[in-house]
């Protein structure tokens, strides 16, 4: 069974501040996606890792993938209280029917 | 259209109403889905469809009857719910096969607050 791991869960950080989220999975996968949501709002896709070894990067985040470590990771630079949101990953496994494994979020504030 | 909608944005419910959740789709994706969102933690799959057809139910209990008219439109059958049922319940869509290697990017819908009194 494919479970996925974020962490941290919480992240209290200042503006300007940079951090990294991290997103460890159980079995092997090559595509993982990262998805933000804001509160009471539907979830909003980020990024796309299609291949080990992708980056892809939007604005003061990154976010890249290892296949081999089975760890992705989600970067913030210089953080801005916009980017005050639940961060999700979710990573495709082995069992049909396009099955999405999220891991349990990463709520991220940003304070002035 | 690259967007995902979903009707009513907010219900109330008792628990021996029935209603109905919509959701649609003009992308040409193949595959819908439902989840259930409670606070604080992350999407839960409850039903899969892939080319109109039921691919997956995650055991989910039977007052929920999810159908598929066609492949643009998904709706969510409540019966006799309970107020633990109470959640965010969200669509998503993704393109299928013709989709190549992102045959499995779900795009998601607003969701609808559902609250069970």
């Known amino acids: 069974e494919l479970k996925v791991e974020q962490n941290p869960l919480f992240l209290s950080m200042q503006e300007g501040k940079n951090y990294t989220i991290y997103c460890n999975y159980s079995?092997?996968?090559?595509?993982l996606y990262w998805y933000r949501q804001d509160p009471g709002k539907s979830l909003e896709s980020l990024f796309v890792?299609?291949?080990?070894?992708a980056v892809k990067q939007e604005g003061r985040l990154m976010a890249s993938l290892d296949t081999k470590a089975r760890l992705s990771t989600l970067h913030i630079t210089a953080a801005v209280h916009d980017l005050s949101a639940t961060y999700f990953c979710?990573?495709?496994?082995?069992?049909?029917?396009?099955?999405?494994?999220f891991g349990g979020g990463t709520r991220l504030m940003v304070k002035p | 259209d690259t967007e995902v909608t979903q009707t009513p944005k907010h219900l109330v419910m008792g628990m021996t109403n029935k209603k109905s959740l919509k959701c649609e789709q003009h992308?040409?994706?193949?595959?819908m889905y439902w989840y259930k969102q409670k606070a604080k933690k992350p999407p839960e799959l409850m039903f899969v469809?892939?080319?109109?057809?039921?691919?997956i139910n995650e055991s989910v209990p039977s007052r929920f009857s999810p159908e598929c008219p066609n492949s643009s439109l998904l709706n969510l059958h409540l019966h006799a719910l309970q107020p633990e049922d109470s959640a965010l319940y969200l669509c998503?869509?993704?393109?299928?096969?013709?989709?190549?290697?992102?045959?499995?990017?779900?795009?998601f819908g607003p969701g609808t607050r559902l609250t069970v009194l």
């Open positions: 998503a869509s993704s393109p299928g096969l013709a989709g190549g290697r992102r045959y499995n990017e779900q795009f």
């Open positions: 079995t092997t996968s090559d595509r």
């Open positions: 890792l299609l291949s080990n070894g």
């Open positions: 979710a990573v495709v496994g082995s069992r049909a029917g396009n099955m999405l494994t």
């Open positions: 992308m040409g994706h193949r595959a």
């Open positions: 469809y892939s080319y109109e057809k039921l691919s």
